[in-house]
């Protein structure tokens, strides 16, 4: 008969404490994989959250839920492997199209990728856009949004940002009168303000870094307070002005044990997309570290498991 100590370990590994991400595969690969056939029953019984008892029919079935929990939990370390491996202009390019399937809940990952890659890796994403579905990425978001968003978004993803140190602050101050007036509007008035727009597209992350002091100066608050933290126009702004805050919202959001099925793969997406970015990736950690009270490695330790957690610290280990 199997140890109690072998069950537990078994349970453990199978159902994943605190957030549930991933599987302890070590510790499936060593105790249920030597385990004899009446061990295997002896799990089954005593596992009612994962089986239940037939007993017209004497076996133990498994709940589909358990079914579809492992699916997802053994994916999540296959699923970071296959981004990682994948051309980082595709992986974006994906990351862009699958927020266009899911719609309005999603849009923010195309502000994301707009608004936090470089001018080149930004059109990278578009060329491969064009290879794997044939059109362009600006027409698709054209024709699959509608209403006050589809503006600033197709504007977002058009860009190519002049990335020097020269900014005109003259030019700047002015921008900034232009968004002090516009986010004053109700609602979402201020992306279908052509100019907001226009001043979010095409300037320079240095000169949105400028404007954003003479807004905080001209208005006596602060711009990233003053717009709802739901709206595209926010996220906009806090991935052009803040990113590192912006990753370390979106990685704790993941890590929250209440957080559902979709948020949970947020931590895949930031983890493969920054990684290779060391700089950007050590102020995240560091943001997230001052924002939260612990280090980022801490909590992917304490939460995540089997390879799944390994592969996050191997790439997290980049940074350092």
């Not at 105790?31 to 002896?42: E, P, V």
């Not at 899911?102 to 608004?115: N, Q, R, T, W």
């Not at 979709?262 to 997406?269: C, E, P, Q």
């Amino acid at each position: 008969m199997a140890h109690t100590l072998d069950l537990e370990s078994i349970v453990d590994a199978f159902s994943g404490k605190n957030v549930g991400m991933g599987v302890d595969e070590k510790a499936l690969i060593s105790t249920l994989g030597n385990s004899h056939k009446d061990h295997r029953k002896l799990f089954r019984k005593a596992s009612k959250g994962f089986f239940e008892e037939d007993e017209e029919r004497a076996f133990e079935k498994c709940h589909d839920q358990f079914v579809k929990h492992l699916k997802l939990e053994f994916s999540r370390f296959n699923n970071a492997v296959v981004m990682w491996s994948m051309h980082p202009w595709e992986r974006d390019a994906r990351v862009v199209k699958k927020a266009l399937k899911k719609g309005d809940e999603c849009y923010s990952l195309i502000v994301e990728v707009a608004c936090t890659r470089s001018s080149d890796d930004l059109l990278g994403a578009r060329k491969a856009y064009h290879s794997l579905f044939d059109q362009s990425m600006e027409e698709d978001i054209a024709s699959n949004i509608h209403g006050s968003r589809r503006k600033l978004l197709v504007g977002l993803v058009s860009a190519y940002r002049y990335e020097g140190n020269k900014v005109k602050d003259d030019l700047a101050k002015s921008d900034a009168k232009i968004l002090a007036e516009a986010v004053a509007s109700p609602g979402e008035k201020a992306i279908e303000n052509d100019e907001v727009v226009r001043i979010l597209s095409t300037r320079s992350k240095l000169h949105i870094q400028q404007l954003y002091k003479h807004f905080n100066q001209i208005n006596g608050s602060d711009l990233l307070g003053g717009v709802s933290d739901s709206s595209i126009l926010n996220d906009a702004l806090l991935c052009l002005l803040k990113p590192s805050v912006y990753f370390s919202k979106i990685l704790n959001a993941s890590l929250n044990k209440d957080a559902d099925k979709g948020t949970k793969k947020w931590l895949t997406r930031v983890f493969v997309t920054r990684a290779d970015h060391s700089d950007e990736m050590k102020e995240i950690a560091e943001e997230y570290n001052q924002r939260y009270g612990e280090t980022l490695a801490q909590n992917i330790q304490e939460k995540i498991r089997g390879n799944y957690r390994d592969f996050l610290l191997t790439l997290l280990s980049k940074s350092n």
